[in-house]
């Protein structure tokens, strides 16, 4: 995972291959969420409305209306706002926090 600053309050990430660093595309068997911080501090995110401090992710692509099918390869950038934590989760698999 790359992550990045998109701004004074959102970050940008995106998911790249561990060996070759090559940008990949979310597998689809995994979701994304954004999450509250795990040890937040007293109002720690009051900047965060209700309905973003846990909600799950989806690509800007996504969001732009593109079909599936017209996603290239390692073109999916994912946003989420500073004080969440975004998660992986599977089926199968632990949870993975970033």
Known sequence: M???PASEEFWCF???HSETLEPKNQPS???LWAVPLAKPK???TSWLPLDLVTRRLYSLEHGFGEKAED???GEKKYVFV???TPVVMHDDAEVVVF
């Open 71 to 73: 996603i290239g390869e």
């Open 82 to 84: 500073d004080g969440q």
């Open 14 to 16: 995106d998911f790249v």
């Open 2 to 4: 790359r992550l990045w």
């Open 29 to 31: 068997e995994f979701e």
């Open 42 to 44: 007293f109002n720690q």
